[in-house]
């Protein structure tokens, strides 16, 4: 960890993404640089952009294989951010898409991508509580979230919503950071202040979880080694275009995440922290 890094503002909640380095500004202003388009963008141009998760889309395509989507699934996506994966499902698997965010920026910011990109006939952006799915029951063929939960304090309110709007016999899918035993509670303290993370289950624990709220055919997949590298491209990235981030953050807000980048990448390191992708059938 850098010296001296601490989050000048707690980070706690769900204002951790007011300045998120992945975000609408950003995003569009590389994609027209990039394809040169000054009016309506199509949905591709933006997928190496507004994946604000792991993995990119090979990511969200290999849940969507897991949760069973298809064309004319009905799919929710439950911590959606900019709704990249869901413009990604809508557009190369023809399915409809109701992307939740809780944060308002975020939403605002998701549906005018999807406007941008013409596919508001098939991506619906909704502002909402993942603990209180404003759904009714059997509303959805299958539910995908990438690295939301563990902004979530209550997991097994939100886990027992997702299967709650779920048709009998659909799937859930989705990947999130674990705890493995050698974190401390130090540890998880900094992870909550500047990450957000409000709870980090282990993979055991997600496994009881699902369980206990119903789900079954529990499966869970081991994903750091994947992550690791992930990490090492976007902090070389951030690094690559430090000079961008910082006319729009500011020098402090960027030493910020350059050194939370170096904290996190060191619990990687070490064993304590773990990605993990999870599946279950209602």
Same mark, same amino acid.
């Given at each position: 960890?850098?010296?001296g890094f601490k989050a000048t503002r707690?980070?706690?909640?769900?204002?951790?993404?007011?300045? *998120?380095?992945?975000?609408e500004g950003p995003v569009l202003a590389?994609?027209?640089?990039? *394809?040169?388009?000054?009016?309506?963008?199509?949905?591709? *141009?933006?997928?190496?952009?507004?994946?604000?998760?792991?993995?990119?889309?090979?990511?969200?395509?290999?849940?969507?294989?897991?949760?069973?989507?298809?064309?004319?699934?009905?799919?929710?996506?439950?911590?959606?951010?900019?709704?990249?994966?869901?413009?990604?499902?809508?557009?190369?698997?023809?399915?409809?898409?109701?992307?939740?965010?809780?944060?308002?920026?975020?939403?605002?910011?998701?549906?005018?991508?999807?406007?941008?990109?013409g596919l508001s006939a098939l991506v619906?952006?909704?502002?909402?509580?993942?603990?209180?799915?404003?759904?009714?029951?059997?509303?959805?063929?299958?539910?995908?979230?990438?690295?939301?939960?563990?902004?979530?304090?209550?997991?097994?309110?939100?886990?027992?919503?997702?299967?709650?709007?779920?048709?009998?016999?659909?799937?859930?899918?989705?990947?999130?950071?674990?705890?493995?035993?050698?974190?401390?509670?130090?540890?998880?303290? *900094?992870?909550?202040?500047?990450?957000?993370?409000?709870?980090?289950?282990?993979?055991?624990?997600?496994?009881?979880?699902?369980?206990?709220?119903?789900?079954?055919?529990?499966?869970?997949?081991?994903?750091?080694?994947?992550?690791?590298?992930?990490?090492?491209?976007?902090?070389?990235?951030?690094?690559?275009?430090?000079?961008?981030?910082?006319?729009?953050?500011?020098?402090?807000?960027?030493?910020?995440?350059?050194?939370?980048?170096?904290?996190?990448?060191?619990?990687?390191?070490?064993?304590?922290?773990?990605?993990?992708?999870?599946?279950?059938?209602?």
């Amino acid at each position: 960890m850098a010296r001296g890094f601490k989050a000048t503002r707690a980070r706690r909640g769900i204002d951790f993404y007011d300045d *998120h380095p992945i975000s609408e500004g950003p995003v569009l202003a590389a994609a027209i640089e990039r *394809h040169g388009e000054k009016g309506r963008l199509e949905a591709e *141009h933006l997928f190496e952009y507004d994946q604000d998760h792991y993995g990119g889309v090979a990511a969200v395509d290999l849940l969507a294989r897991r949760a069973r989507i298809g064309a004319g699934s009905r799919v929710l996506d439950v911590c959606a951010g900019l709704a990249g994966p869901a413009r990604f499902l809508a557009s190369r698997r023809g399915c409809r898409v109701v992307a939740l965010e809780l944060h308002r920026g975020r939403a605002t910011s998701a549906d005018r991508l999807t406007r941008r990109t013409g596919l508001s006939a098939l991506v619906r952006v909704v502002r909402g509580d993942a603990r209180q799915l404003p759904f009714r029951a059997a509303s959805f063929d299958a539910c995908i979230s990438q690295e939301g939960f563990l902004h979530v304090d209550d997991k097994a309110a939100t886990l027992a919503e997702c299967r709650r709007v779920l048709i009998p016999g659909a799937r859930v899918a989705f990947t999130d950071w674990v705890a493995r035993p050698r974190l401390a509670d130090r540890e998880r303290t *900094h992870l909550a202040d500047w990450m957000a993370a409000t709870t980090l289950a282990s993979v055991d624990g997600y496994r009881e979880l699902l369980g206990r709220v119903g789900f079954g055919d529990v499966d869970a997949e081991d994903i750091t080694d994947e992550w690791r590298a992930v990490l090492d491209t976007r902090r070389r990235t951030y690094r690559r275009l430090r000079e961008q981030y910082v006319r729009r953050l500011g020098e402090a807000r960027y030493g910020e995440y350059e050194s939370l980048y170096a904290f996190f990448v060191g619990l990687l390191e070490d064993g304590k922290l773990g990605g993990a992708r999870l599946t279950a059938t209602r």
